[in-house]
């Protein structure tokens, strides 16, 4: 069965350091998405992406986030300058149309 | 707008006893529900979803959820507990809007005695 993927599992960085999280989407989805989970929280959304821009995006997601599809497979998720408050568990989504979204496993980002 | 609310962070039951996790939601519009379950350091797998077809909705591992309009609820059962069910759940409400706006509940965490 087809699931989405995410590297790396775990990313350790210092405060100000840019870090890249990747995705692979289910491939024939056309919605991606991320949220981020911090330790004991709930899920948060940050960011929709349909045909190749941003559909709507939370208040979280500030000028320090982007996010991109540089090639047909790959959905990334940059932060520019990390803070101490990004550490969190980041997740991946992808959906067919405006359906169910299914997740990927999650990339545990500390920010030291 | 909508919104979820899980009643209880923590639900413990014995192995072998029924499960019942609650959850009720608001929305302007028709929703679609889910349930998403999360095990220790793993990602979130979907258990089961209502999308305006039958109000009782089966999923996997045994649980169900029943979708009762009247009372904006949505609460998810299993008749006997397993060990392998300890986990973390989530209720998850959705509004269709060109993409699909998803608001997460706060979880409840599952504990099975042995």
């Known amino acids: 069965e087809p699931e989405v993927t995410q590297t790396p599992s775990h990313q350790v960085t210092q405060m100000g350091q840019e870090v890249i999280l990747r995705c692979v989407p289910i491939?024939?989805?056309?919605?991606f998405y991320w949220y981020r989970q911090i330790l004991g929280q709930k899920v948060e959304f940050l960011v929709s992406?349909?045909?190749?821009?941003?559909?709507?995006k939370s208040e979280i997601f500030d000028d320090q986030f982007s996010v991109e599809r540089p090639d047909g497979s790959n959905f990334t998720l940059k932060i520019r300058s990390t803070k101490l408050e990004d550490s969190a568990m980041y997740f991946c989504?992808?959906?067919?149309?405006?359906?169910?979204?299914?997740f990927g496993p999650g990339t545990r980002l500390t920010v030291l | 707008a909508q919104s979820v609310t899980q009643l209880d962070s923590h639900v413990s039951v014995s192995e072998g006893t029924p499960v019942l996790l609650r959850c009720n939601y608001s929305?302007?519009?028709?929703?679609?529900l889910f349930w998403y379950v999360q095990h220790p350091n793993k990602g979130l797998q979907l258990l089961l979803k209502?999308?305006?077809?039958?109000?009782l909705v089966k999923g996997i591992n045994g649980f169900e959820a029943e979708f009762k309009k009247s009372e904006t609820s949505f609460h998810l059962t299993k008749p006997s507990a397993h060990m392998s069910d300890a986990a973390e759940y989530f209720c998850?409400?959705?509004?269709?809007?060109?993409?699909?706006?998803?608001?997460f509940g706060t979880g409840t965490k599952l504990q099975v005695i042995p």
């Open positions: 929305s302007s519009y028709s929703p679609s």
């Open positions: 989504a992808s959906s067919r149309a405006e359906d169910t979204q299914y």
């Open positions: 992406f349909y045909n190749n821009e941003i559909s709507e």
């Open positions: 209502y999308t305006s077809a039958a109000t």
């Open positions: 998850v409400v959705s509004v269709s809007g060109g993409y699909q706006k998803v608001t």
């Open positions: 491939s024939n989805h056309l919605y």
